[in-house]
């Protein structure tokens, strides 16, 4: 799967990390999800979802780890990321680990991802990028928001997605690294997410929601007993050159309140040459 995205003012193709990963080529078919249908929780399991993002707002912060996982032909693909994130400031960094390429078992490099309100840094990009220079994204430029072109989904754009929840149900209580959590499922509609979204994520979720194929997104979310987003995974399908690919994108949040520093780099060490494929 290729998928390209022009930057605004600038003569350069992004081409994404899921790109790099998915050299073989895409066809489809994401992994299932784990439980069975339940009740409705008393209380309200719509409104638990919703708030999601404001209570992770309200954490702080947390370490995060991410995988990404697309079938190609009878291989499924994926992208794992690990890192932390400021919930506060909206800012995360992310340490992408790409699968081996499609001839053989050589490994790429780890990507160095730099997530913040409407842009995405990339460090280590590879393909004509000096090993020394950052790729700089617009994200609000992009037809799917940067929900699945860096290869992991905003932690926080994945909490954010579940403001547009409907259709929600309470499948049971569960166990994850050792905690009791509450599983959710149901869809999000990502254009009525965008417009209930913070200012800080609705650009690019208004620009995901004209991308996909599919405006209603299945989601699992499990929260624990304060609320928090312990794990989230959206089960997204979009268009590309002519084929229906659907990828499922997993975020796990833990060890909330670790400090996270994430310093951007200075614009004399962002690349704005040409991007190979």
């Known amino acids: 799967m290729v998928v390209q995205h022009k930057r605004r003012g600038a003569a ?50 947390s370490k995060a780890r991410t995988s990404m996982e697309m079938a190609s032909g009878g291989t499924r693909v994926t992208i794992r990321g690990e890192g932390g994130y400021d919930f506060a400031r909206g800012m995360g960094s992310l340490k992408v680990v790409l699968p081996p390429d499609a001839a053989g078992a050589e490994e790429h490099e780890p990507i160095t991802e730099l997530l913040t309100p409407g842009a995405l840094y990339m460090k280590n990009r590879g393909a004509g990028v000096p090993a020394d220079k950052w790729v700089r994204v617009d994200t609000t430029t992009l037809d799917d928001g940067n929900l699945v072109t860096g290869g992991a989904t905003d932690p926080l754009a994945a909490a954010e997605l579940l403001r547009g929840a409907d259709r ?66 959206h089960r997204f399908t979009f268009a590309n050159e002519g084929r229906t690919v659907e990828v499922t994108s997993t975020t796990v949040l833990f060890d909330f309140g670790t400090k996270v520093v994430v310093r951007l780099p200075d614009n004399r060490d962002i690349y704005t040459g040409k991007v190979d494929v």
Do not use: M, N, W
């Open 168 to 233: 929600v149900k309470y499948v049971g209580d569960v166990e994850l690294s050792g905690q009791k959590v509450r599983h959710f499922r149901g869809t999000t509609d990502i254009g009525r997410a965008a417009r209930a979204a913070a200012p800080h994520t609705r650009a690019s979720l208004a620009a995901a929601a004209k991308g996909f194929a599919e405006d209603v997104v299945p989601f699992d979310a499990y929260l624990d007993e304060a609320g928090r987003l312990r794990k989230v995974r």
């Open 12 to 61: 350069v193709a992004v081409v994404t990390a899921v790109a790099v990963a998915t050299a073989a080529g895409c066809s489809g078919g994401g992994a299932a999800v784990d439980g069975d249908d339940g009740g409705v929780r008393p209380g309200g399991s719509v409104d638990e979802v919703r708030k999601a993002a404001d209570t992770l707002t309200g954490a702080r912060s």
